[in-house]
T-cell receptor, first 109, second 113 residues
Framework: RKEVEQDPGPFNVPEGATVAFNCTYS??????FFWYRQDCRKEPKLLMS???SGNEDGRFTAQLNRASQYISLLIRDSKLSDSATYLC??????????FGPGTRLSVLP | DGGITQSPKYLFRKEGQNVTLSCEQN?????MYWYRQDPGQGLRLIYY???????QKGDIAEGYSVSREKKESFPLTVTSAQKNPTAFYLC????????????FGPGTRLTVT
């Protein structure tokens, strides 16, 4: 089993829709979690950190479920500009960042 | 402005030639990383460095070499031993290994023919 797994998609949704992605991780000792966004042929950029209590940034909400070992990203009121690949990242303290393979989102007009 | 720079953006080489990709950061980060990304694939770790003059192999180090003589710089050499070098190469840094967020440079797209 891979350490970090994501549904590769693509998720094709209309503008204004709500879409959610999950990411599962296998190491129960994982301590830090992030969502990154990567546009086509560009570098990944940090979208948001994921805290135990969950966090929200505008239309984006991230949640952590330690018991089931997954993190989620919810995007409300999708915009065309949200089209990208979303990467989840897991860190075990003092060790390296482990990237999931990414979930591709296409928001359609 | 603080950040990570990579050069060049596009690089073309003939098979059998070594090529060095540049990565510089002015974020005062201790840890630096090199990743490879193939079309439609995730990031794979090539090498990482936690401190000057020290570096460790990642998951796919064969055919690559690195150096870390300065905190700011972490160049990657793609050697002729790398069987399939055409890829998108990303350099990143973080305050420490597995600490804080990782920041990426714009990447170098290497094509070997």
């Amino acid at each position: 089993r891979k350490e970090v797994e994501q549904d590769p998609g693509p998720f094709n949704v209309p503008e204004g829709a709500t879409v959610a992605f999950n990411c599962t991780y296998s190491n129960s000792a994982s301590q830090s979690f992030f969502w990154y966004r990567q546009d086509c042929r560009k570098e990944p950029k940090l979208l948001m950190s994921v805290y135990s209590s969950g966090n929200e940034d505008g239309r984006f909400t991230a949640q952590l479920n330690r018991a089931s070992q997954y993190i989620s990203l919810l995007i409300r009121d999708s915009k065309l500009s949200d089209s990208a690949t979303y990467l989840c990242v897991v860190i075990n303290y003092g060790q390296n960042f482990v990237f999931g393979p990414g979930t591709r989102l296409s928001v359609l007009p | 402005d603080g950040g990570i720079t990579q050069s060049p953006k596009y690089l073309f080489r003939k098979e059998g030639q070594n090529v060095t990709l540049s990565c510089e950061q002015n974020l005062n980060h201790d840890a630096m990383y090199w990743y490879r990304q193939d079309p439609g694939q995730g990031l794979r770790l090539i090498y990482y460095s936690q401190i000057v003059n020290d570096f460790q192999k990642g998951d796919i180090a064969e055919g690559y070499s690195v150096s870390r003589e300065k905190k700011e710089s972490f160049p990657l050499t793609v050697t002729s031993a790398q069987k399939n070098p055409t890829a998108f190469y990303l350099c990143a840094s973080s305050p420490g290994t597995g600490v804080g967020e990782q920041y990426f440079g714009p990447g170098t797209r290497l094509t070997v023919t």
